[in-house]
């Protein structure tokens, strides 16, 4: 890159790393490694959100993540983690017919725990 990129891409650096060429490159090149690793790091961090909300979705109605995975892939549903936890978020009623056919799928669900009650909804 040229002297004129990298002080295009160093604007809004603090101190000499936005003007001064030795510095801007050195800063340059490790924010565009941090970018590269992040991206990918994204990646992860949103699939394991989904699975977290996923499993929330699943503990309410008695039954666990993998269980609930498995059940779905014995019965051929093909949603993926992004379309589950949009669905255990926005649709509960749907959720539920989806946590039913997959105990329905899997022996493994068909235990219902009911979930614990924590903090105010002990009282209720």
Request: proline letters at 3%; a positive charge.
């Amino acid at each position: 890159m040229n002297k004129k990129e990298i002080l295009k891409l160093a604007k809004g650096f603090r101190g000499r790393a936005k003007n001064c060429i030795r510095i801007a490159r050195e800063r340059v090149e490790k924010a565009l490694q941090h970018s590269y690793r992040d991206r990918r790091n994204k990646k992860r961090d949103m699939r394991s959100l989904w699975i977290e909300r996923i499993n929330a979705g699943t503990r309410i109605h008695g039954v666990k993540y993998g269980n609930f995975v498995h059940g779905l892939t014995k019965e051929n549903i093909q949603l993926n983690r992004k379309v589950l936890s949009e669905i255990s978020m926005h649709e509960p009623h749907s959720f539920k017919a989806l946590v039913d056919v997959s105990r329905n799928a899997f022996p493994g669900n068909k235990k219902v725990v009911p979930p614990k009650k924590e903090g105010l909804a002990v009282l209720l």
